[in-house]
């Protein structure tokens, strides 16, 4: 491969053909194609001439090297080929001699399309389809006496064809996704909840602006950043803990009673990561008058008996029954017939209620 390339060049393009492969923008891939034609074939200007279709490309992306004009910009236009492409279906590599040997009227075409027609002599394209329809040009050109591509050149395109268009469709998947994503933002954005989903390492997937909203009320009474997507403040310590096993968890902001967050493990709707747990937080308002108050609580912790506190303490961490039965080294129907106790004593009758009384202390 690479044919025509010596030794001391090989690598360059090795190195530039992985950049090609690893791009992940249309501006990366840019940089990585240029830097291969430059290292190989000496041009006066290349263009890249993107959603084209049936009409002029719609994007395009020009480098000019070496202009007899100052002002000098190549069109962003395939006019002067669009008769030969017609005539040769998906065909891959073609040069302005080879049309002109066809179709004599491409020089008027060249005319009526460029001002400063003087600025090449040939061109070679590289022209990349979506299946029948014509999606890309790859468009290399030179002036004087030696303008003509050498057969080792045009061959050399013809090996770096393939890495160009599989870049190419690339490209358009990840654009596509995209374009994808930001419309799922926007929606997410506007829904009226507050709701945000977050990765193991605390970073946001996605924020409803109601969440956003309550996250940076959360930070702001801790003193911390008004970073709208910042984590909250108690969340970020609790991901490890929460990471081990399935489940809601609920926590109440230590300064602002008002304002509860629930933390629910694998709740983005993915296939189970044990490794890499996703999770959905979603932040709730209550009017003070409803919420228990504190003092009630506590009350509620001293009529437990030493061995009930330990229970209800690590009820509060998330523990099932059984987890703590083991954790205390006791067994599990000891386990229940405190927990009943519990609840007497707090005056509630599920565990869930349970909970939220225990989030207020």
């Not at 719609?58 to 669009?82: E, G, K």
């Not at 709701?195 to 924020?207: H, P, S, T, V, Y």
């Not at 950043?225 to 310590?237: D, K, N, R, T, Y």
């Not at 983005?268 to 959905?280: I, K, W, Y």
Request: glycine share 4%; net charge neutral.
């Amino acid at each position: 491969m690479w044919a025509g390339i010596s030794p001391s060049v090989t690598s360059i393009v090795t190195e530039l053909r992985s950049d090609l492969h690893r791009s992940l923008s249309l501006d990366h891939l840019w940089q990585a194609t240029q830097g291969l034609i430059r290292h190989h074939l000496p041009h006066r200007s290349c263009s890249l001439m993107l959603d084209i279709g049936d009409g002029e490309p719609a994007r395009s992306h020009h480098t000019v090297l070496d202009a007899l004009q100052p002002d000098y910009l190549p069109a962003n236009s395939i006019a002067i080929s669009r008769p030969f492409l017609a005539a040769h279906p998906r065909v891959r590599v073609y040069t302005y001699s080879q049309i002109v040997s066809e179709d004599p009227d491409a020089r008027q075409r060249r005319i009526a399309q460029e001002r400063h027609h003087d600025e090449w002599s040939e061109f070679v394209h590289l022209a990349f389809w979506n299946e029948a329809r014509l999606d890309t040009v790859l468009s290399i050109r030179r002036g004087g006496s030696d303008a003509c591509f050498t057969a080792d050149e045009l061959r050399f395109l013809e090996e770096l064809y393939p890495d160009i268009d599989a870049s190419l469709h690339r490209m358009r998947v990840l654009e596509g996704e995209r374009r994808r994503l930001a419309s799922l933002d926007a929606c997410l954005a506007r829904l009226p909840i507050a709701a945000m989903g977050i990765d193991a390492d605390g970073r946001c997937l996605f924020a409803t602006a109601q969440a956003q909203r309550l996250c940076e009320r959360w930070n702001h009474n801790l003193g911390e950043s008004h970073q709208h997507l910042q984590l909250p403040g108690g969340i970020a310590e609790l991901l490890d803990r929460a990471s081990l096993r399935n489940g809601l968890w609920q926590f109440t902001h230590p300064r602002d009673a008002a304002l509860r967050v629930n933390l629910l493990r694998d709740g983005l709707g993915a296939e189970p990561q044990p490794r890499c747990p996703s999770f959905v937080v979603s932040f709730a308002e209550q009017q003070l008058a409803s919420l228990p108050e504190a003092g009630s609580v506590n009350a509620s912790l001293d009529r437990l008996t030493p061995r009930e506190r330990q229970v209800a303490l690590l009820i509060a961490e998330g523990l099932s029954n059984q987890a703590i039965a083991e954790r205390l080294e006791r067994s599990r129907r000891t386990i229940e017939t405190q927990l009943g106790s519990i609840y007497r004593k707090f005056e509630v009758h599920t565990r869930t209620q349970l909970l939220r009384r225990l989030m207020r202390r």
